[in-house]
Structure formats: C-alpha cells, structure tokens
C-alpha cells in the first residue's frame, strides 16, 4: 500500500466551481502536509502547508486535515482555467527529513 | 536568473552508459534533494544531504550514486543506466527550519 494516497483523475469541474481533492496518508505520527501544483512539463510548486487539524485558507484556496482519518484535502473556491494542473499531496516523515509524495490527481477546469 | 537550476534539461542516453545530472542552487539552503517522477507515480527520492559531509538514502537509491561537491551543488550519477531508469527527475532545496522545498526545471532522461 502507498503510503500516500490520490486519485489519479482526472477530476472535471466546470469554470467558477469548488474543486475537491482529497488526500489519505498512512504513517499516523505525521505533523507536517503539503499541496504541491505541477503544470504540464514543469516543476511542482507549493501552495499550502497545514500542520493542525481543521482548516487554513489563502485566498481561494483551503487546505483541511484531519489527523484521526487521516485525510487532508484541498479545496478550490471560484475555479479557474488556469487551476488546471495535477496537484500533489506531501507528507513529511516524523523524523522532518523526508517527504512523500502521492500520485497527484489532475484538475481540468472547463471555461 | 532561477535559484535552482539542473543542466542537462534533456539527455538520451542507451544502456549501460554513464550519466551524470547536475543541480546548482544560489538560495544558500543547506538541503538538498534528488528525485524522480514517472507517471501515476509522483515524486519519488532517491538521495538527499543536509550539508556537504552528510548523504542519505531514498526511498529508491539502488543504482544512483550521488555527490556534494559544494553547499550550492548537488550532483546524481547512475552508474550504468538501464532502460527503466527513464524518468523525469528533480532536485530540490531546503532551508533549514523551513518546510517548503524549491524544485529546479527538471531533467528528462532517455535511457534506450
């Protein structure tokens, strides 16, 4: 089993709707979790980073975790064209030296 | 000028040959990463350093080998590539006390 989790996608939501993406993560000790956005050919970027339970927003953007499920999600307010990307899920080890990554699931934002 | 950057950008390369990718940074951070990405798969590491006396392997180091020949650089070799190693692959820096990572562009790399 992984140990980080994603759907694959693609996930199509129509221009000016919330894109859900949802995350499952295996190690329970984890502290520190992070959405990362990689446009076709380019190198990912981050874009939050969510250390306690509950939610944190920037923008349009809200990242929640919930440590008891182990799940941490990332919603999209008002989606964009240029959301279009595959974002990818990150879970730093305990330790704090190591990140792992999901698979990414891709976002198709639809005009 | 970007902060990380990975020469060669693309390289194909056949069988047994081997290769080195090379990753500069200018952001001073003492972390330094190595992965790989193939599809469907993510981001994989391979190796990563904290500082220039300190190398540490991945998730999947068997077959890379890797060198801190300065603070601000970060080289990965594969010995004698094999057809499976074809993959896009990134380094990455850190600062210390920070979580955020910074990827450079990437390399493709074709092993016929």
């Known amino acids: 089993q992984k140990e980080v989790e994603q759907n694959s996608g693609p996930l199509s939501v129509p221009e000016g709707a919330i894109a859900s993406l949802n995350c499952t993560y295996s190690d329970r000790v984890s502290q520190s979790f992070f959405w990362y956005r990689q446009y076709s050919g380019k190198s990912p970027e981050l874009i939050m980073s969510i250390y306690s339970n509950g939610d944190k927003e920037d923008g349009r953007f809200t990242a929640q975790l919930n440590k008891a499920s182990q799940y941490v999600s990332l919603l999209i307010r008002d989606s964009q064209p240029s959301d279009s990307a595959t974002y990818l899920c990150a879970v730093l080890n305990n330790a704090g030296n190591m990140l792992t990554f999901g698979g990414g699931t891709r976002l198709m934002v639809k005009p | 000028d970007a902060d990380v950057t990975q020469t060669p950008r693309n390289r194909i390369t056949k069988t047994g040959k081997r290769i080195m990718l090379e990753c500069s940074q200018t952001k001073g951070h003492d972390r330094m990463y190595w992965y790989r990405q193939d599809p469907g798969l993510g981001l994989r590491l391979i190796y990563y350093?904290?500082?220039?006396?300190?190398?540490n392997k991945g998730e999947i180091s068997d077959g890379y080998s890797v060198s801190r020949q300065a603070q601000a650089k970060f080289s990965l070799s594969l010995e004698s590539a094999i057809p499976n190693q074809t993959a896009l692959y990134f380094c990455?820096?850190?600062?210390?006390?920070?979580?955020?990572?910074?990827f450079g562009p990437g390399t493709r790399l074709t092993v016929l």
């Open positions: 350093s904290f500082d220039v006396k300190d190398i």
């Open positions: 990455a820096t850190r600062g210390t006390g920070t979580d955020t990572q910074y």
